[in-house]
C-alpha cells in the first residue's frame, strides 16, 4: 500500500539502519516511533578503526582457526552503533519533529486487518506499518544455493559458510 503521510510508522532497531529509516519516514510526513531495545551506541565506525591498521591485524594474523578468525571479526563490531552526527539527527527530530523514541522489546504483536498494535513490557504502541531494522543474522547469506557455487568455484568458506579472510582481511 502506498505510504500515506499522516501513516504511523514503528521502526524496530537500534543501529544506523533503524535511524536512517525513522528520519526517512519523518520525511515523509509520516508519525515515527523508533522502538529500540536499548539506546544505540555512539561510534564514528563500526568497529575500531585500529583494525584498518596492523595493530589489531598482528592478533589476526597470529590466528590459523577460519572459526576463531570469524568469532574475533563478529566480536570486533559495534553492533547497533550509529556515528554522532545520526545520533544528534534523532535528538533533533525527537526535540523538533516530534520522533518518538522508546526503549523495549517487543513481546507480542496483534494485527487487525487495517493496524498493528505492538505490546511492550510496559505498554503498546499502534501503527499502520512496522519496519524492522534489526540487523543481520550471523549466519552466512544466500544459503545453500551459494554454498553449492562456492563449492563448484572451489573459493574457501570457513565451517560457518562465510568466506575465509587472508591475514590482511582480504
Do not use: M
Not at 539502519?17 to 528520519?23: D, E, G, P, R
Request: charged fraction near 20%; hydrophobic fraction near 35%; charge should be positive.
Amino acid at each position: 500500500r502506498q505510504d500515506e503521510p499522516d501513516s504511523r510508522v514503528v521502526v524496530v532497531g537500534r543501529g544506523l539502519s533503524a535511524a536512517q529509516l525513522a528520519l526517512a519516514y519523518l520525511d515523509s510526513g509520516a508519525s515515527v516511533t523508533l522502538l529500540q531495545p536499548s539506546p544505540p551506541t555512539i561510534h564514528l565506525f563500526d568497529t575500531n578503526p585500529g583494525w584498518l591498521g596492523s595493530h589489531y591485524r598482528q592478533r589476526f594474523r597470529r590466528i590459523r582457526c577460519p572459526r576463531q578468525r570469524r568469532e574475533l571479526i563478529t566480536q570486533a563490531r559495534y553492533s547497533g552503533s550509529v556515528p554522532p552526527e545520526a545520533a544528534r539527527a534523532l535528538r533533533k527530530a525527537q526535540e523538533q519533529r516530534g520522533l518518538s523514541l522508546r526503549t523495549s522489546y517487543v513481546t507480542s504483536a496483534d494485527w487487525d486487518q487495517q493496524t498493528i498494535t505492538l505490546r511492550t513490557a510496559s505498554d503498546a504502541v499502534v501503527a499502520d506499518r512496522v519496519v524492522l531494522a534489526t540487523g543481520f543474522t550471523r549466519e552466512a547469506p544466500g544459503g545453500d544455493w551459494l554454498q553449492q557455487l562456492a563449492g563448484e568455484l572451489g573459493l574457501p568458506t570457513s565451517c560457518c559458510g562465510f568466506p575465509r579472510v587472508d591475514s590482511a582481511l582480504r
